[in-house]
């Protein structure tokens, strides 16, 4: 239901999302394993394009409170909270030398929206600490990799120090992508596929977080990056085999490839073609 809901938001606001409704009919797959798993994340991506659309309508208190609502499911969109704020200040044009108080009433209504839904959270915080104690054991023994995880795993190297780098990897890729003077849709986009390369623990579900966002200049990718999560169901079988949950990092690699090839490609397509003109024109050639 909540899928359906979701498809039909997509096409509803196309305007804003290009052609992200197709993206998300032509996968419904992943919408089902999603809801069969016991995994919210179409509900957490439903709740982060609804804030995303009210932060470019300027509801920011909206904005804020949707996006705190989709973090309550998984908590990567908090980290995304300073593309917003990023968003909040170039739609008023802010600059240093010249702050306006209304710029800053903005941010501050979308950080209470962003706030308030986490208040449902406080009576679990200290529930004997089961809370943060299970996500310790989670964080431990979880090695389904990314695609840099198991690039990195090939050499032997030990996974805690493998998530250190990945995490830095991922907050060194969000602090490019933040300085890069790119609409939201796309930073948000960027953001999710360095979050599946560099994060330790991407499942296939992961990636329905790049629908919303791929619009028309990506879809392609996002196309790809999608089929590519299907090779990730070929864990379910050496889990029924040997009661391993662990896929097979050069099956990551060949699917990441595949995508990041069709990435750069859709990124620096006409550059490219360009250069390959230019040089079939170029007499020395």
Known sequence: MISLVFIFFLWYWRCYFNSAYILAGIFPFLAIETSWSGHLDVLAVFFLAVSFLQVLKKHYFFSGIF???????????????IFFMKEILLQYQWRIQKPEKQTFLSVGVFGIGLILPFFLYIPHLWAEGYLISSLAVYSRQWVFGSFFYSL????????????????????????IIILRRRDLKTNLFFFMISLSLFSPVVHPWYLLWLIPFAGEKYFYTAVVFLLASYLSYEVLEGMFANHVWQEKP???????????????FETY???????LAGSQDDPAT
Do not use: C, E, H, Q
Request: aromatic content about 10%; proline content about 2%; overall charge positive.
């Open 67 to 81: 996006l705190g609502l989709s973090a309550m499911s998984k908590l990567v969109p908090l980290l995304l909270s």
């Open 152 to 175: 990195l795993g090939l050499t032997g190297m030990d996974g805690f120090w493998i998530r250190i780098i990945s995490g830095l990897n991922l907050f060194f890729a969000a602090a």
């Open 250 to 264: 050069l099956i990551i690699i060949a699917g990441y490839a595949a995508a990041l090839f069709v990435l750069v």
């Open 269 to 275: 397509g006409k550059n490219i073609r360009r250069l």
